[in-house]
């Protein structure tokens, strides 16, 4: 059975602050590691992720993924208040382009 | 260009009660797929479909069935609802190009279930 799994599963921090949010996974015949941000709606995409040792950045957030030992990390640098929200990650796997998330990381920004 | 779009956006249904819900994507995706998401929860796969007339069963198909008679429509069915079924439910359709992926969701359907 394919697992996702994420940690902290919370987190409060003050703004300025640095945060590391983890994604780790077992899943069959991988394809990509997809993260997104879910405020109080629909998941928003943030990154897309196949190969390992590149780093994709947009803005204040990056994110690199390790395919030998199955993992993701997503950094938000400089926090502010709207980063506030509720961080997916998800693998796509399978002939069939399966997406599997998981449980997610709740962010809170403290001013 | 109207993306995913979901009816209805709020339902109450009585328990053993049956419903459709109802997917819609303009962008002309292959794949498809409904979730669900419960309080402190991510999203849990139900069912998804690889294009008109295939489906595959996710994590939590139980309880739920789908069609994808058409490519643009995906719709998730409940014969007999019961209160575990009450839930935030999201469709997506998957952007898939040259080994990249996007997912876009529609807004959600939250349905209550008494």
């Known amino acids: 059975e394919d697992k996702v799994v994420q940690s902290p599963l919370s987190l409060v921090v003050h703004e300025g602050d640095t945060v590391t949010l983890n994604c780790s996974y077992e899943v069959t015949n991988f394809r990509s590691l997809l993260w997104y941000k879910q405020e109080k709606k629909a998941p928003t995409f943030l990154f897309m992720l196949t190969s390992s040792g590149i780093e994709k950045k947009s803005g204040r957030l990056s994110s690199i993924l390790d395919k030998k030992e199955l993992f993701s990390i997503l950094n938000i640098t400089a926090t502010q208040t709207g980063d506030s929200a509720i961080y997916l990650c998800?693998?796509?796997?399978?002939?069939?382009?399966?997406?599997?998330f998981g449980t997610g990381t709740k962010l809170q920004v403290i001013p | 260009n109207a993306g995913v779009t979901q009816t209805p956006k709020f339902r109450v249904l009585k328990t053993g009660q049956s419903m459709t819900l109802l997917c819609a994507q303009d962008?002309?995706?292959?794949?498809m797929y409904w979730y669900r998401q419960d309080p402190g929860m991510g999203l849990r796969l139900i069912h998804y479909s690889v294009g008109e007339g295939t489906t595959a069963k996710g994590e939590v198909p139980d309880g739920y069935n789908v069609s994808r008679l058409k490519k643009q429509n995906f719709l998730l069915g409940l014969e007999s609802a019961a209160p575990s079924q009450t839930s935030v439910y999201f469709c997506a359709s998957l952007k898939s190009a040259s080994g990249s992926y996007e997912q876009y969701f529609g807004p959600g359907t939250r349905l209550t279930v008494t």
């Open positions: 998800a693998v796509l796997s399978g002939g069939y382009q399966k997406v599997t």
């Open positions: 962008m002309n995706h292959e794949y």
